[in-house]
């Protein structure tokens, strides 16, 4: 590992997460993302809500396909009555049709459910479309003002990217870099003084003996790359 070019790498990219860190806590890019956030949150829940319409439409088109057809047989039933002079078959004629009616009325209280859950659905997708709408505005509105500022930090940041790669670091060191980095674990490097690591953790003797030997090793508790005071010496001079 070059351990004078990874210092030099460390010192840059710091610099660079900053600007980064710097460019997201911005008032207009917290309030965009806010506003976006919303956008997307009201296009899912409208997606949602708009097959659950589609559903319960289809349901209530089906109830009200069998409404119909209890009421033909219901209509059918009853003027069939008047032509039966048997009373024992005549009641089982009005007992037929009090059925019909019974499903006739549990169908109209379904088709009312579903009705309502419609309309309340309806209502919901209403107020999501208008939350999306506020926040489209609001959107629209910062835009500017974000992509000015987001054209200002992508050259900034430009430049400290054009920096690490003239520093030239080897693919090797540069993977081990990135993967110890992460998103933002600083330092990367640690020089091990007293053999404690950055992280507050006393490293054994093998870790420490590997330092020596071979001027850096890897905390096995936090994944620092832990440098000795010898390299870090060395590279600074
Ligand atoms: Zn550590």
Redesign the pocket.
Known sequence: MDIKKMLEYQSIDVKRKEEIRRFNKLKVVEDINKAHAIITKAKQALDKLNKEIEDLVSQLNSISSRYKDQFDLLKDTEANLYHIADENEADFYIKTINGYIQTIETLAQEAKRLSEKISNNKTNRDNCMATGKKANTEFLKLKEEYDQEAKKTKEIRGGFEEKLAKIGLSNEDLEIYKQVAGENKYPVL?VLRDNY???R?EMPGSVTQKVKASGWCI?P????I?ISEDAYEKAKA
């Open positions: 640690h690591c950055f992280c953790i905390c508790d936090c994944g620092r832990l």
